[in-house]
Nanobody
Framework: QVQLTESGGGLVQPGGSLRLSCAAS????????MGWYRQAPGKERELVAT???????NYAASVKGRFTISRDNLKNTVYLQMNGLKPEDTAVYYC???????????????WGQGTQVTVSS
């Protein structure tokens, strides 16, 4: 089994910062990409940022220049540094890992349980 454990959400004032962390554990052969998605009330889940094995990053246009994704490949951990937070960043943030659990096994997506980020004065 694979588990994704998230931490770092909370309440912050506009303009503030938060850092999210997500560690993947369990039966893992290779992690191809890790990233963050978010879902606000009444909206669909959307990509925030991803980083793959080759360190290629992909950011949503709405967070470029404010958020930074980083990975510790040895620890199978991904981080999201969020600066300049805005009320529209309020959402549940979900960690995603695209990985395979054994040699020859296909990669698939795994999800964390979600962590709430609220930006409000």
């Amino acid at each position: 089994q694979v588990q994704l454990t998230e931490s770092g959400g909370g309440l912050v004032q506009p303009g503030g910062s938060l850092r999210l962390s997500c560690a993947a554990s369990g039966r893992i052969f290779r992690v191809y990409a890790m990233g963050w998605y978010r879902q606000a009330p009444g909206k669909e889940r959307e990509l925030v940022a991803t980083r793959d094995l080759g360190d290629t990053t992909n950011y949503a246009a709405s967070v470029k220049g404010r958020f930074t994704i980083s990975r510790d490949n040895l620890k199978n951990t991904v981080y999201l540094q969020m600066n300049g937070l805005k009320p529209e960043d309020t959402a549940v943030y979900y960690c995603n890992a695209r990985l395979s659990t054994d040699f020859g096994y296909p990669m698939r997506d795994y999800w964390g349980q979600g962590t709430q980020v609220t930006v409000s004065s």
